[in-house]
């Protein structure tokens, strides 16, 4: 008899204890490289296996949507706040708790907590050192001057950062100077754009283009492999009168209909701990998005410079706009 209840007993917590068992799923819009140290140390400390599927943010959005409450998903990472923003006004996020979210400012993350920023980068200016006359770009909005023509150099407009870039010029100057500052780079560029960051830093370090606009790790990352090549990063936009840079961060959401919510909240507060955010910014020279945690000595310090004063949820509030600006300039 007592063998029967005990057995009963323990027949009753198998389905719990498989699902326990069962290891987190994270579908990942950024590259392995920089969420698989995070991911194995959090497994080091927990026990918590986790499988990673990789595809573009916005690709994984869509893919969320479709799946519903068949997904297989516990959490979501993106390396743009705009596809975050998108998912949570597209209810596909459950909120964390609030000491989870009280570790990240406010700007820095949904105001329903539905996601959070874990990293955050700057868009700067990459200039060769030894051309002459560069002086007067000190704004984004310098490379819309013709004296920049055929020397300038960006992405093509579909890449997320430009996009997220965009947003905040807008949303700080207007749609009318955006526009214009648009058709410009598109007289200095032609069609000649750049389907890559690290391609548009090898041409400024090669001579074939003067300046660049670029996340800053970039340049920090070909300079690691090549320290003598003559380029610097150039932060635009400061001083009494400029708007700072323009920042955006990669952060991560719970899936609504996750399966293990639990181990999904656990691996979110490993996420913004001091361990995983240092990990997070070092593994590619960002920001951590958390208080009071320094970026790598390599980079210009938080705090040293001005950023622009734009909630990063705007970044998909606004991204449609963006879209149809981008569009009317007709940039490639």
Do not use: C
């Amino acid at each position: 008899m007592k063998t029967r209840f005990s057995l009963s007993f323990l027949a009753l917590f198998l389905p719990a204890l498989a699902l326990a068992a069962d290891p987190l799923v994270i579908y990942s819009g950024r590259k392995d490289k920089f969420v698989k140290p995070v991911i194995a140390e959090f497994t080091k400390q927990t026990g918590i296996k986790v499988k990673i599927h990789s595809a573009s943010s916005t690709a994984l959005i869509n893919k969320l949507n479709l799946e519903g409450n068949r997904t297989s998903a516990d959490l979501f990472i993106s390396n743009d706040a705009g596809n975050l923003q998108k998912g949570s006004e597209m209810n596909l996020f459950t909120p964390v708790s609030s000491d989870v979210a009280s570790n990240i400012p406010q700007n820095y993350r949904a105001s329903d907590n539905s996601w959070v920023g874990l990293s955050a980068r700057a868009r700067v200016l990459v200039v060769n050192t030894e051309v002459k006359g560069l002086d007067f770009v000190n704004s984004v909005f310098d490379l819309a001057d013709a004296r920049l023509k055929n020397k300038l150099a960006i992405t093509h407009s579909a890449n997320g950062s430009y996009i997220a870039g965009v947003t905040v010029y807008m949303d700080k100057a207007g749609k009318d100077k955006t526009a214009s500052w648009l058709k410009g780079m598109k007289a200095n560029v032609g069609d000649k754009v750049f389907n890559k960051h690290s391609k548009i830093v090898k041409a400024v370090a090669s001579g074939k283009k003067s300046v660049g606009l670029v996340n800053h790790y970039y340049i920090y990352r070909h300079l690691a492999k090549h320290p003598k090549a003559p380029i610097k990063l150039r932060l635009p936009d400061q001083g009494k009168d400029g708007m700072g840079v323009a920042w955006n961060v990669a952060g991560a959401a719970i899936v609504k209909h996750s399966k293990n919510k639990q181990a999904a909240e656990k691996l979110m507060r490993f996420f913004v701990s001091e361990k995983g955010q240092k990990m997070f910014a070092e593994v590619n020279r960002e920001y951590p998005t958390s208080k009071g945690l320094a970026a790598h000595k390599d980079v210009p310090a938080a705090g040293s410079f001005k950023v622009a004063d734009v909630p990063m949820e705007v970044l998909g509030k606004r991204r449609d706009e963006t879209l149809d600006l981008i569009e009317s300039a007709g940039m490639p």
